[in-house]
């Protein structure tokens, strides 16, 4: 089991930059692959990035690749997802997941194991 708990999210003007946190505790934080996605009302959940156990590999979707920076630290148990040139069309709620799996990018909802309880992020025009 592992449970995953987001921070960070929070009220920024378009243009903008927050950093998103998700601390993870429970069993090896290493063995996991780490993505983030977001929910918009009245929209499903889709995913926005992705990173491997070990931080070499990383994904992003089209429309925060340039924008977005996911990254992890092992030794704090620790994903980031570095929001910068924020958008009114990033204002949804982001969720952490962990999915006990190696080697393969994971992009779909189904695909992770775990998830935190999420972090509202709002952009203003």
């Known amino acids: 089991q592992v449970q995953l708990v987001e921070s960070g999210g929070g009220l920024v003007q378009a243009g903008g930059s927050l950093r998103l946190s998700c601390v993870a505790s429970?069993?090896?934080?290493?063995?996991?692959?780490m993505g983030w996605f977001r929910q918009a009302p009245g929209k499903e959940r889709e995913f926005v990035a992705h990173?491997?156990?070990?931080?070499?590999?990383?994904y992003y979707a089209d429309s925060v690749k340039g924008r977005f920076t996911i990254s992890r630290d092992n030794a704090k148990n620790t994903v980031y997802l570095q929001m910068n040139s924020l958008k009114p069309e990033d204002t949804a709620v982001y969720y952490c997941?962990?999915?006990?799996?190696?080697?393969?990018?994971?992009?779909?909802?189904?695909?992770?194991?775990?998830w935190g309880q999420g972090t509202q992020v709002t952009v203003s025009s």
């Open positions: 997941a962990a999915a006990d799996t190696r080697g393969v990018v994971r992009v779909r909802t189904y695909e992770y194991d775990y």
């Open positions: 429970g069993r090896t934080f290493s063995r996991y692959a």
């Open positions: 990173i491997s156990w070990s931080g070499g590999t990383t």
